[in-house]
C-alpha cells in the first residue's frame, strides 16, 4: 500500500471515528440518564445520604454516606457506606462490574458480603442494562471524600448513632 492509500485509510478511519463520538457520547449519556432514574426510584439515597435520618439530608453528601447504621441482631452495627467515586472513601476504586456484583449479589470485591439491610436479592432481579446504567451513574458522579461509620462487631461499643429494633415486652 503506497504512502498515500495509509494517508487516506488513515483519515478515513479518523473522520469515521468522529462520527461515530457524538452517537456514542450520546449513549453513555443516556445510560447515565437511566441510572439516575434507578438510583432515584430504588432509594439509594434514602440509606447512603448523610443527615436522611437524622431529618437533615445534606444535598453536598448525596449518596457519600450515612453517619447513622442499623443494628442488625446477632451481626452488628452497620452503616450505608460512600457510593460516589471517591477513590479512598467510596467506590473510586471499584470497576462497573464490581459495583453491579454488590448490588445484584451483595458480594464486595474483597469477598465481604453486604448487611441483609442492603436488598441485593431485590436488586439481584436487576437486567445487565440496568444494573450497568446504575453503576455507570454512581461513576458519574461527583467524588465526595466522606468515610461512614466502621461496622460494629456485636459484641463492640458504637462510636455513632444507629436504628435498631426494640421488641415489645
Same mark, same amino acid.
Not at 449513549?27 to 437533615?56: N, P, Q, S, W
Given at each position: 500500500m503506497?504512502?498515500?492509500?495509509? &494517508?487516506? %485509510? /488513515?483519515? #478515513?478511519?479518523?473522520?469515521? +471515528?468522529? +462520527?461515530? %463520538?457524538? &452517537?456514542?457520547? /450520546?449513549?453513555?449519556?443516556? @445510560?447515565? @440518564?437511566?441510572? $439516575?432514574?434507578?438510583?432515584?426510584? +430504588?432509594?439509594? #439515597? #434514602?440509606?447512603?445520604?448523610?443527615?436522611?435520618?437524622?431529618? @437533615?439530608?445534606?444535598?453536598? @453528601?448525596?449518596?457519600?454516606?450515612? $453517619?447513622?447504621?442499623?443494628?442488625?441482631?446477632?451481626? #452488628?452495627?452497620?452503616y450505608p457506606p460512600n457510593l460516589t467515586p471517591d477513590p479512598e472513601t467510596g467506590l473510586g476504586k471499584w470497576s462497573e462490574a464490581e459495583i453491579v456484583n454488590a448490588v445484584r449479589k451483595g458480594e464486595r470485591p474483597d469477598g465481604r458480603i453486604l448487611a441483609p439491610a442492603m436488598p441485593y436479592s431485590h436488586y439481584g432481579k436487576l437486567t445487565d442494562e440496568d444494573a450497568f446504567a446504575l453503576a455507570a451513574y454512581l461513576k458519574s458522579l461527583k467524588p465526595v471524600r466522606n468515610a461512614a461509620p466502621a461496622l460494629v462487631g456485636p459484641s463492640e461499643t458504637p462510636k455513632a448513632p444507629y436504628l435498631t429494633v426494640v421488641m415489645p415486652q
Open positions: 503506497g504512502r498515500w492509500s495509509v &494517508a487516506r %485509510a /488513515a483519515l #478515513g478511519l479518523g473522520l469515521l +471515528m468522529l +462520527m461515530l %463520538a457524538p &452517537a456514542s457520547a /450520546a449513549a453513555d449519556k443516556d @445510560k447515565i @440518564k437511566r441510572g $439516575e432514574y434507578l438510583a432515584t426510584i +430504588m432509594d439509594c #439515597g #434514602g440509606c447512603h445520604t448523610t443527615g436522611v435520618f437524622l431529618g @437533615k439530608p445534606d444535598p453536598a @453528601k448525596y449518596l457519600a454516606g450515612s $453517619e447513622v447504621g442499623f443494628q442488625i441482631p446477632g451481626l #452488628g452495627i452497620f
